[in-house]
T-cell receptor, first 114, second 115 residues
């Protein structure tokens, strides 16, 4: 398996622009998580899905952020409009159902908003 | 909600020495405690985890201990090697059967192992 796939790996955009981050989880995994990592705030959970349904989005910073999972093999995290404080590394992770709870992280998307 | 505190934020040891990283959690309902290792520029990866029904778990040079009463858990690395240098994150979560909840991470500990 190729593991969790994220695109793009790097994104540089100007303030006010829309940004879309993409994630393909490991096949067969029922859980998908979106995290944001910064030096100041560490690793924060933004939202997670179970069987394509959002379970908890309490970590989403504000209405500028939205996430979707239209099917079991694809999810997006959208920021509109983007702001400089959104600059961070965004990780997607997936996990299977069952008694093993390991989360498999993707390589991350480094977002820079100027 | 759950809050996870992690100490120290940085740790420097000589190769061969032991390293200990400590975490405390606030929600007594938390029952799953993983540790992730993140090398520079890489993704976090699970290295060991413990569930609330055991007090200690070992895997070669790494071990984790859990004190449910005091709500703290620790990572122990023995005979450290330069390749152990990384940022280590503890986390806490509530799991039930096959269902997972939010994984709340500590702020991380940057471990440096000097040759």
């Amino acid at each position: 398996d190729a593991g969790v796939i994220q695109s793009p790996r790097h994104e540089v955009t100007e303030m006010g622009q829309e940004v879309t981050l993409r994630c393909k989880p490991i096949s067969g995994h029922d859980y998908l998580f979106w995290y944001r990592q910064t030096m100041m705030r560490g690793l924060e959970l933004l939202i997670y899905f179970n069987n394509n349904v959002p379970i908890d989005d309490s970590g989403m910073p504000e209405d500028r952020f939205s996430a979707k999972m239209p099917n079991a093999s694809f999810s997006t995290l959208k920021i509109q409009p983007s702001e400089p404080r959104d600059s961070a590394v965004y990780f997607c992770a997936s996990s299977p159902s069952g008694q093993l709870y390991e989360q498999y992280f993707g390589p991350g998307t480094r977002l820079t908003v100027t | 909600g759950e809050n996870v505190e992690q100490h120290p934020s940085t740790l420097s040891v000589q190769e061969g020495d032991s390293a200990v990283i400590k975490c405390t959690y606030s929600d007594s309902a938390s029952n799953y405690f993983p540790w992730y290792k993140q090398e520079l520029g890489k993704r976090p990866q699970l290295i060991i985890d413990i569930r609330s029904n055991v007090g200690e778990k070992k895997d070669q040079r790494i071990a984790v201990t859990l004190n449910k009463t005091a709500k703290h858990f620790s990572l122990h690395i023995t005979e450290t090697q330069p390749e152990d240098s990384a940022v280590y994150f503890c986390a806490a979560s509530i799991v039930l059967g096959g269902s997972q909840g939010n994984l709340i991470f500590g702020k991380g500990t940057k471990l440096s192992v000097k040759p």
